[in-house]
């Protein structure tokens, strides 16, 4: 009862919310519960679906939506990856799954864009940049960042990368989220409720966004 009044609370207080939320999630947390990004799935297009219906803003502006989530995770092992892999497929049927786990890449599902990355690296991720960019013969001269940024995997910048269970990021969209939001969450991964959802997004409202400047 107590959760049920917070959490109306805090959806009365949310106006602003991020348009891409990244989680980083360890393996050991995501073997715990790999569900769990089910229930997150859930929470957001929940949400939009709630905006949606109350209309426009005072303002006359459309209400905010979330538009896609990441879930990176650091590493699993293969009989890890053997069980979670259902769990983690079932965000299709609440969302656009798209899945990254070795060479594989999965899409299964519409509606709100979801992105799973199994074991990636942003260091990686940008050593291939850099070998696409010279296997099509691309001068040095002419590369910039919008000529890099074309060449990564995952092309979007998250305004929130969001850590549970303590402190330690990976490199994992270590290009894309150098202006992002931190939010860490002393909840553990499986233990990570609507509630605790519904604070991040009440933290990032908060926030003065200064982009780097």
């Known amino acids: 009862m107590f959760h049920w009044i917070y959490e109306r609370m805090l959806l009365s207080q949310i106006e602003v919310l991020p348009r891409h939320i990244c989680f980083m999630i360890s393996g050991a947390d995501m073997a715990a519960d790999p569900g769990k990004c089910v229930q997150v799935a859930s929470w957001s297009s929940e949400l939009n679906d709630l905006l949606a219906r109350q209309g426009v803003t005072g303002t006359g502006q459309k209400p905010p939506a979330i538009q896609g989530l990441t879930f990176h995770i650091t590493q699993l092992s293969p009989e890890e990856l053997s069980r979670s892999l259902p769990a983690i497929k079932k965000i299709s049927s609440v969302a656009r799954l ?10 299964l599902g519409t509606g709100l864009e979801v992105v799973v990355a199994i074991g990636k690296s942003g260091r990686e991720e940008i050593t291939e940049c850099i070998r696409r960019l010279a296997k099509n013969g691309i001068a040095p001269s002419e590369i910039d960042e919008k000529t890099l940024e074309s060449c990564l995997t995952f092309r979007y910048d998250p305004d929130i990368v969001v850590k549970t269970g303590g402190d330690h990021l990976t490199d994992f969209l270590i290009w894309q989220s150098v202006y992002s939001e931190l939010f860490f969450s002393d909840v553990n991964w499986k233990y990570f409720r609507r509630v605790d959802f519904l604070r991040v997004l009440r933290d990032y409202q908060s926030r003065i966004r200064r982009f780097g400047k």
């Open 98 to 107: 798209v899945l990254h786990h070795g060479t594989t890449e999965e899409v």
